[in-house]
């Protein structure tokens, strides 16, 4: 016949065992509140500084979580999902936050290809020595990119794929030392999914 083996415990509402009670390393139960105990050392000694006895395991409590912003950064003893609302800054944290953006380069080639996964988001430049032609890849949908194109003293040819869409005109070249924006935004994966803006420098 099998035996059962039975920890020491108790059947008592916040009853916690004492280091007396149990032995280094033993465990003890509280089988009403259903919490596991253990004791602990960090000096090595049965008993003396160091000597504590420890809960092993919280239960997942039910608290309801916490409103966003209400909750007290550290403040939570049990593991439930109250403890993990994070406060959120005042209204006068944010107002004084500067909205910046980075402004990369992408080094002119007669071809440049727009990773858009790569590029989501960001702000480039371009500064033209030749004529340039755009491609895309990883295109999907609200990937989006900006770019500033810089032409040197002579006018410059721009091919972009015959897909887009372009929100006025589609620009065939920039003129010498203009500067132009061209701004792309994708709906889907193809390049007819993309709706570009150009504007060009008066």
């Not at 439930?80 to 005042?90: E, F, G, K, L, Q």
């Not at 701004?183 to 993309?194: E, K, N, R, V, Y």
Request: proline share 3%.
């Amino acid at each position: 016949m099998a035996n059962t083996i039975k920890l020491r415990r108790s059947a008592v509402q916040g009853t916690v065992p004492t280091t007396s009670q149990l032995a280094l390393g033993e465990l003890g139960i509280n089988t009403y509140d259903g919490k596991l105990f253990l004791k602990k050392s960090t000096s090595g000694a049965e008993t003396g500084a160091g000597t504590s006895i420890v809960d092993v395991i919280t239960p997942l409590s039910s608290t309801t979580p916490a409103a966003l912003g209400s909750a007290a950064v550290g403040s939570g003893t049990t593991a439930a999902r109250a403890d993990h609302v994070h406060a959120m800054p005042s209204a006068a944290d944010v107002s004084a936050l500067p909205l910046t953006f980075s402004a990369n380069t992408i080094t002119y080639g007669a071809t440049v290809d727009l990773d858009m996964a790569a590029r989501n988001g960001g702000y480039f430049t371009i500064s033209l020595t030749g004529n340039l032609t755009f491609t895309t890849s990883n295109r999907a949908a609200g990937r989006t990119v900006t770019l500033r194109l810089i032409c040197d003293a002579t006018q410059r040819t721009l091919t972009v794929p015959a897909g887009w869409v372009f929100v006025g005109s589609k620009p065939a070249n920039i003129a010498a030392s203009k500067t132009g924006i061209l701004s792309l935004s994708f709906f889907g994966t193809a390049d007819s999914d993309c709706v570009a803006a150009y504007g060009v420098q008066a």
